[in-house]
């Protein structure tokens, strides 16, 4: 028997199903900043609920650099914001030669809000073959460089 704690208020069904890449056997990371409580791993790796938080505010950047050309063929990726009304943007792109070029797979913004939408869930359906290098940058809020 498997078990798992999930925080309060948890979504049933907010969790993907299906086959996903051992991303700790397929990837190395590089991320821009990390909370010692919040390390990248709890982000990519199944079974941590506490996710990846940044150690400063400002712009964050993640990579995802893989030992092997890649297919992707869904990425799916959730943000949460219980306490701040902000408006956050991503651009997640890919590159098939390790970062000489990119692809952009999507830019997005969000507007969070304690009262309501403290929570975004993007489920992207793509079809990428040979990817080396995955990125996600992120600009935690458009108005300010609080976040």
Do not use: C
């Not at 938080?53 to 869904?74: K, M």
């Not at 943000?79 to 792109?93: A, I, N, S, V």
């Not at 797979?105 to 929570?119: A, D, K, T, Y």
């Amino acid at each position: 028997m498997r078990k798992r704690i999930i925080p309060a208020g948890h979504k049933t069904g907010s969790e993907p199903e299906g086959y996903w890449l051992n991303l700790e056997e397929a990837a190395e990371v590089e991320i821009t900043s990390e909370g010692p409580d919040h390390p990248i791993e709890n982000a990519l790796v199944p079974g941590s609920s506490s996710g990846w938080r940044a150690a400063q505010p400002g712009d964050q950047t993640i990579r995802l650099l893989f030992s092997q050309p890649q297919r992707l063929q869904r990425i799916w990726i959730q943000f949460l914001e219980p306490g701040r009304t902000r408006t956050q943007q991503f651009e997640l792109r890919w590159s098939p030669d390790r970062g000489k070029t990119f692809q952009q797979i999507v830019r997005q913004q969000w507007n969070f809000s304690p009262q309501g939408n403290h929570e975004e869930i993007e489920n992207i359906h793509v079809d990428l073959s040979a990817v080396t290098l995955l990125e996600l940058a992120i600009t935690p809020d458009l108005g300010s460089q609080e976040a």
